[in-house]
């Protein structure tokens, strides 16, 4: 199981590339059971769009 530093890092890391089958099973496999780093991944997913909605990108 990973911890949930590790599933930050590949949370961030998701956002840029595709990660492999295993690690986008053991983030998901974590996430259905951590709170705190479902609301993480809802975070980095809310900057991200806030920073593709900022004038002249």
């Known amino acids: 199981m990973k911890t949930?530093?590790?599933v930050h890092r590949l949370?961030?890391?998701g956002q840029d590339?595709?990660?492999p089958l295993m690690e986008r099973i053991?983030?998901?496999v974590h996430?259905?059971?951590c709170g705190a780093c479902r609301r993480f991944e809802?975070?980095?997913q809310f900057l991200?769009?806030?920073v593709r909605r900022l004038?002249?990108?």
């Open 26 to 28: 053991a983030v998901r």
């Open 55 to 57: 004038p002249g990108r």
């Open 31 to 33: 996430l259905m059971m």
């Open 42 to 44: 809802a975070q980095m």
């Open 4 to 6: 949930c530093k590790e």
């Open 48 to 50: 991200r769009e806030a």
């Open 17 to 19: 590339r595709k990660l």
């Open 11 to 13: 949370v961030i890391e």
